[in-house]
């Protein structure tokens, strides 16, 4: 899938065919090879090859002291993950799916997010956590849950969601140059994206969101899988005369919002697409903060396209149901627009 | 029999101190009598009782601090019936009793009100385009009136036939000269919109016309000793002042600052100066500045300013079009000597300033050169006559001869 992402830039001609998987890959090569105090741990990363076939290979190539198996045992690895922080080294640990990180969930907020704080300040966290989350693939409600809203409720850590290739490759870096706890989510449903990325692609900022597509007449707000939902329904949209504005938030926490809060100046209008569940959810937050800070250049109530409010099923066609699609993407933007409904 | 309890004066009081009785055993007290003095947090207030009573007895000794809802005196009802509480006080309910019943209030039946579906941008828009809502039909869902639907009824708005009270315009030859001939709608529509005002007023107002010179040397030195003192930002500009003269002499002379309506002058006591400001793509118009003479000279430069931002930007307010109770015209920027201005109905007067240029000036014997401004009336004769309109441009002249105490 390239979904017309260009992120190639005129001065660096040589660009490789890469996968969203290999981006992640390469990212985790590189910072393990820059940075004597990296290394991987995690289950089935290294003679499986990950979960997802994120790590194939790098044990084979960088060693048992810098891709490490671990036990079935969430809470035990996130929390030896921090211990190795604190002692000065630079961990990152992949927690198959976010399902499973709720059994990690105390070391991630009750130790990593508030051990700067309940120091005084004197010790950071450098952890960062990645863990695959979303649905789309059958593997059933355990596996399927898009719960990085829950954990960009928690203030002391950030919370990444990259989306393209470029920020598949290069927010690792900038997470582990981070001294506080980070998480990286990355949508299983991605993995096999496939583009071209400059062969000299490397860091990318994780403050900010951005804009990847300009329209004048709807804002619609998303990140990871869902920006590329928004962005095919754009395409229908476009058809019928209405240009919408696509967000990608990229980063859940701190939430970016001067760039969804302009675009809602300028367009009037939101739609927020957001593959967790609508109560309680980020994409609720967004819409508060479009209520408290961008009202007066409303046109039309902030709509929410979240997925529906069940376990992920895990036959394909219910789990489709379940999930934002595109299609109504474009009915409920046709609807805003047009008013005819 | 009837207790008297420490009321609650306020949400957050949580006791009081009683300071004084202001009653004894026995005394008979009438609704509103003062019962005690209690100290709270606020301070000292008198208790009032609200029912004809005796007292029997005082329960508490003055100094006392009790929480609210303490029994301070028991009170016999003097029409017999039984009550738990009286009390008291002079703006709020009695402390609530320690019963724990609920009321049932039921829920009265409210009044069918329309409410207008407006999304908030669309109310904020109409807001700027002086588009009035209930006039506008709603496309949205339930009638919901969105931005387009606005813009839409602004549309036709401006060239409504007689927009005498919402567009304000000015005689033709005030046009700016940067104005270019176009023919869009809106253009056609202020012309149509100052065509009418100007033939009704050419039509029905018999104008007469007083013309002074005004030596502008004083004026004009404070002027710039005072703004040596300034930024560049806080700088004020000359017409500054005539317009802050203008508003001071209509207070010496109100009979020019009004309407004639039903044939007679109403005069009118808010001064707001109509300001005559030319758009860049032709046409003019001349919205208020509300209250100019209450406004400091840096008020009304910050308001001129403004105002000409917002003109020349399309985002004036439907009031700053249509309150105006005098007409100001300026061109002496332009290098215009006098300006003979065309009374905007239904006001009575337009006052016009031409440029401040040196002139020869005679003056006891003497002959000297100094700044001349020269400022002209144009009145409406069936409300004023010439002597008005002359002692009003002398108060201008004096009013700008005491430029500091402007």
Known sequence: MNYGIDTSTDNSPLMIRTTYREAVRDAIRESILKDDRVFLMGEDVGRYGGAFGVTKGLLQELGPDKIMDTPLCESGFTGAGIGAALGGMRPIVEVMTVNFSLLAADQILNTAATYLHMSGGLFNIPLVIRMGTGGGKQLAAQHSHSLEGWYAHIPGIKVLTPAVLEDARGMLWSALEDPDPVLIFENTLLYNMEGELPATAGAVDIDRACIRRVGRDVTLISYSASLFKALEATETLAQEGIEAEVIDLRVLRPLDETTFLNSVAKTHRAVIIDEGWRSGSISAEISARIMEKAFYDLDAPVERICAAEVPIPYANHLEQAALPQPTTIVNTVRRMVTRHG | ?406
């Open chain 2, 1 to 406: 029999m009837a207790e008297f309890r420490m009321p609650s004066l306020g949400a957050d009081m949580r006791t009081g101190t009683l300071v004084a009785w202001k009653v004894k055993p026995g005394d008979h007290l009438k609704h509103g009598d003062i019962i005690a003095d209690v100290e709270t947090d606020k301070g000292i207030m008198e208790i009032e009782v609200f029912e004809n009573c005796i007292v029997e007895e005082l329960l508490l000794a003055p100094d006392t601090k009790v929480p609210v809802g303490t029994p301070m005196a028991k009170l016999k009802l003097e029409d017999g019936a039984e009550k738990e509480t009286i009390a008291v006080t002079d703006r709020e309910q009695p402390s609530p009793p320690p019963a724990i019943e609920v009321p049932t209030i039921p829920v009265p039946e409210l009044p069918q009100e329309e409410r207008l579906r407006v999304s908030p941008l669309a109310r904020k828009l109409a807001t700027e385009l002086g588009v009035d809502l209930t006039q506008v039909k709603g496309t949205g869902a339930d009638g919901a009136i969105h931005q387009m639907d606005v813009e839409e009824a602004a549309k036709k708005l401006q060239p409504k036939p007689k927009p005498a009270e919402k567009v304000v315009a000015l005689p033709p030859e005030a046009k700016s000269p940067e104005a270019k001939p176009t023919t869009t709608d809106f253009q056609a529509g202020m012309r149509r919109a100052i065509a009418a005002a100007m033939s009704r007023s050419n039509r029905e107002i018999p104008h007469y016309y007083l013309e002074t010179r005004i030596d502008m040397s004083h004026a004009l030195q404070w002027l710039e000793t005072e703004n040596q003192k300034r930024s560049i930002k806080e700088r004020i500009l000359p017409v500054v002042l005539l317009i802050k003269a203008v508003a001071k002499a209509l207070t010496d002379v109100p009979e020019l600052n009004g309407y004639w309506i039903d044939d007679q002058l109403q005069v009118q006591e808010a001064i707001h100066i109509g300001f005559a400001i030319s758009l860049r793509q032709g046409g003019l118009v001349t919205p208020a500045i509300h209250h100019a003479d209450l406004k400091s000279l840096d008020e009304l430069m910050a308001a001129l300013r403004d105002l000409i931002e917002r003109t020349r930007g399309g985002h004036l307010r439907s009031s700053e079009l249509s309150d105006a109770t005098i007409t100001l015209t300026s061109l002496g920027d332009i290098g215009v000597e006098k300006v003979y201005g065309v009374i905007y109905p239904p006001q009575v007067a337009l006052v016009g300033f031409g440029k401040i240029a040196e002139q020869p000036w005679a003056e006891r014997g003497m002959l000297d050169v100094r700044p001349v401004l020269t400022a002209t009336l144009a009145g409406d004769h069936r409300a004023t006559d010439g002597m008005i309109g002359a002692r009003f441009l002398q108060a201008i002249n004096t009013h700008l001869q005491a430029v500091e105490k402007l």
